[in-house]
């Protein structure tokens, strides 16, 4: 293979991005160059800032938004200048193939990719593909999906169902290293809790109003989102943290329970890793209900159990997390009989398929 170029994108939230962080590296030992674009602010410029070997190139992306809003005006521009923006780039690189995680700032990417004549893949990580997705899809060559579900969504000569891809890193951490950063030990169950990589606040709040009462049954590790920690809540036994990456493998290792936002790579990542969850997904009022359904896969498998947001109160959570480590060993035994397959092989020989095409 003679062009060994290529070139990732994906943003807007964490979960846009482990899949490419977890995949790079493979194609850099492989002796790829390596490129990605991303948007001027998001989180995967400071995500993917830490690899060795990349270069990160940041265009403009607008937010396609469903509701109405002055910004949608401005949007479609800053769409058509990133789509001019990611055009000259790929011209400049030259790129055999494109990876697409998905996220806004993907559509003018494949987009100008199209226009360039350069194949694309796109990994689809929820049960029923994002807008975004769903408007970069016709770009694409190959559209894969974690969901088996997902595969009634999409165009059926294109998708092909591969599975969650899963950091192998987060297999490696210490459980003496994850109590020694957080000063915490194994007289309690460890409860994580994630309100996704920019926090939320309902679930931060009821943490927080019931800490008193959860610190009697658990140790809590609250990984709260930035600049949401709160130095007036510092107790024994409850750790915050605003965002975690390097530290996440060894604080999963000491973690029992682990209470969560529904994003897609995120519950994949707790069921490899055999963590019961208690799932609480984005309402309808703030998403476009691709969590709940996500949840209610797992609830029904038996991995998860699950609590509206519009149910949410300090009771209700509490109530829900003692239930959850009640049902503890039931619900390990079921995430046993789930084997994280091969998705990251089978993802990496899709995208080097296309080039050979």
Not at 263 to 292: C, T, V, W, Y
């Amino acid at each position: 293979m003679e062009n060994k170029q290529i070139i990732f994108t994906g943003g807007g939230t964490a979960g846009h991005v482990m899949v490419n962080i977890a995949i790079i590296p493979e194609f850099i030992k492989e002796g790829w160059t390596v490129d990605y674009i991303g948007s001027k602010n998001g989180i995967e410029r400071e995500l993917i800032s830490s690899l060795d070997g990349v270069k990160y190139h940041p265009i403009s992306t607008g937010k396609l938004r469903r509701y109405f809003s002055k910004e949608n005006f401005k949007d479609p521009f800053k769409v058509l200048k990133g789509t001019f923006q990611a055009y000259r780039i790929i011209g400049k690189k030259k790129p055999a193939v494109i990876f697409s995680k998905g996220g806004f700032v993907s559509v003018p990417v494949l987009v100008a990719a199209r226009m360039r004549g350069v194949p694309a893949v796109i990994h689809e990580s929820d049960y029923t593909p994002g807008l975004a997705n769903k408007l970069a899809i016709p770009f694409a060559k190959k559209v894969l999906a974690t969901f088996p579900e997902t595969m009634d969504y999409l165009p059926e000569q294109k998708a092909e169902y591969i599975g969650a891809v899963v950091r192998e890193e987060l297999f490696t951490g210490s459980r003496k290293k994850g109590y020694e950063i957080t000063g915490l030990n194994a007289e309690k169950n460890v409860l994580l809790i994630m309100g996704g990589s920019a926090g939320s606040k309902r679930i931060n709040e009821a943490i927080r109003e019931g800490l008193d009462r959860l610190l009697n049954d658990f140790h809590i590790i609250h990984i709260c989102g930035k600049d949401n920690y709160d130095s007036s809540y510092e107790r024994e036994g409850y750790i915050q943290y605003e965002y975690v990456k390097d530290e996440l493998k060894d604080l999963l290792a000491i973690t029992d329970l682990v209470c969560s936002r529904a994003g897609s790579n995120a519950i994949f990542e707790f069921l490899a890793l055999h963590k019961p969850m208690l799932l609480i997904p984005l309402s309808l009022q703030a998403s476009r209900g691709d969590q709940i359904v996500n949840a209610q896969s797992f609830e029904k498998q038996g991995y998860a159990h699950i609590i509206e947001e519009e149910s949410l109160t300090t009771d209700s959570l509490h109530q829900a997390l003692v239930q959850l480590k009640k049902d503890k060993i039931e619900i390990k035994e079921k995430m046993n009989q789930y084997k994280s397959s091969e998705a990251k092989e089978q993802v990496i020989q899709s995208i080097i398929d296309q080039v050979s095409k």
